[in-house]
C-alpha cells in the first residue's frame, strides 16, 4: 500500500521559517511535488523535485524562499520554508508524481492527507 505522510506543520508569524517533511512508503517516485489549498481556493502548485535533486521546480510567488529537497535512502521529500507570510497560510500536500506537467495536480496520482501551515501577521 502506497502512503505519504506529511509532517511539520504549524503555527509561525511572519517572518518565521518551517520545514514539511513527506514520507512516501510503498513504492518511490522519480518526482515529487508539493502543492497547497488556502481556504475557498484550487490546489496550487508550490514546488517539485527530479529523482536525483538535479532538478529543481518552483512557483514564482515562493521563489528564493521556499527550498524542496529529498533523501531517497529515508524516501523522504522535504519543504524548507523561510521568510514565511500570512498569504502562504494554507494545507500543504505532498503527492507522487506519475505523468504530465509538474504543475498540475492532474500529473500526481498519490497524495498525502496534508499539513496545517498557518502564519499570524
Known amino acids: 500500500q502506497v502512503q505519504l505522510v506529511e509532517s511539520g506543520g504549524g503555527l509561525v508569524q511572519a517572518g518565521g521559517s518551517l520545514r514539511l517533511s513527506c514520507a512516501a512508503s510503498g513504492r518511490t517516485f522519480s518526482t515529487m511535488g508539493w502543492f497547497r489549498q488556502a481556504p475557498g481556493k484550487e490546489h496550487e502548485f508550490v514546488a517539485a523535485?527530479?529523482?536525483?535533486?538535479?532538478?529543481?521546480y518552483y512557483a514564482d510567488s515562493v521563489k528564493g524562499r521556499f527550498t524542496i529537497s529529498r533523501d531517497n535512502a529515508k524516501n523522504t521529500v522535504y519543504l524548507q520554508m523561510n521568510s514565511l507570510k500570512p498569504e502562504d497560510t494554507a494545507v500543504y500536500f505532498c503527492?507522487?508524481?506519475?505523468?504530465?506537467?509538474?504543475?498540475?495536480?492532474?500529473?500526481?496520482?498519490?497524495w498525502g492527507q496534508g499539513t496545517q501551515v498557518t502564519v499570524s501577521s
Open positions: 523535485i527530479s529523482w536525483n535533486g538535479g532538478r529543481t
Open positions: 503527492a507522487g508524481y506519475r505523468v504530465g506537467s509538474y504543475y498540475d495536480t492532474n500529473g500526481y496520482d498519490y
